[in-house]
């Protein structure tokens, strides 16, 4: 079946940490991969996202790289600042009918100053 | 531009009372539907979804049910709550037909059942 892996949190950093949050997928066929990030109190937001294999997502000073071959989405950016502090979730839609999306556990990243 | 609104945004709730969450999108047509549930600390869990109106699948057997009856509206309901039916309740869409879309979320809804 469809599911998808993400590391536990909480991840805690210092301001202009490098952040890598890992996210493993299985599908079968060609699934799109997505972020999402969860600020407090709020819904979900998209972040970023990558249709095919190879593709790169960016946003914000984020980035992650589709790889098919290590069936990996890890999320990284290079510079954390104290706003990025929020619980964020790694999905993958697997294109069906219905578009149904499968969510990671959410990984929990706090930036202290 | 498309928008979701979910309401209300926090209630409390007795044990065994009814529940009503409302959520309704605007700017699109024919999208699917979904709710989701995020117990605290936990990840999402997927309750169902809808595809068109009165089209209802239920990922997970429990005591919520849901209904479409317009096209861009979308209800979740329990007649009689549980304790374990406290969490934070997403409603969110994504365009029909469409193979490498995006779920965009509404506000949420924080239910706490005393």
């Known amino acids: 079946g469809n599911s998808v892996t993400q590391m536990e949190g909480p991840v805690t950093l210092s301001e202009e940490a490098f952040l890598t949050i890992n996210c493993t997928y299985t599908a079968t066929g060609y699934p799109s991969l997505f972020w999402y990030v969860q600020y407090p109190g709020e819904g979900l937001q998209l972040l970023l996202k990558?249709?095919?294999?190879?593709d790169k997502g960016s946003n914000k000073g984020f980035e992650a790289t589709y790889r098919k071959e290590t069936t990996s989405f890890h999320l990284e950016k290079g510079s954390v600042q104290v706003s990025d502090s929020a619980v964020y979730f790694c999905?993958?839609?697997?294109?069906?009918?219905?578009?149904?999306?499968?969510f990671g556990s959410g990984t929990k990243l706090n930036v202290k100053p | 531009s498309q928008t979701i609104h979910q309401w209300p945004a926090t209630l409390v709730q007795p044990v065994g009372s009814p529940l009503s969450l409302e959520c309704t999108v605007e700017?699109?047509?024919?999208?699917?539907l979904y709710w989701y549930r995020q117990a605290a600390g936990r990840g999402l869990q997927l309750l169902f979804y809808?595809?068109?109106?009165?089209?209802i699948s239920s990922e997970v057997p429990q005591n919520l049910s849901a209904s479409r009856p317009q096209d861009r509206q979308f209800i979740l309901s329990s007649k009689k709550l549980l304790l374990s039916d406290s969490g934070f309740y997403l409603c969110?869409?994504?365009?029909?037909?469409?193979?490498?879309?995006?779920?965009?979320f509404g506000e949420g809804s924080r239910l706490t059942v005393l």
């Open positions: 999905a993958l839609n697997h294109g069906d009918n219905f578009n149904k999306f499968y």
């Open positions: 990558a249709t095919k294999a190879d």
């Open positions: 809808s595809v068109g109106i009165g089209q």
């Open positions: 700017g699109t047509s024919n999208p699917n």
């Open positions: 969110a869409w994504s365009r029909g037909g469409s193979v490498t879309g995006e779920l965009f």
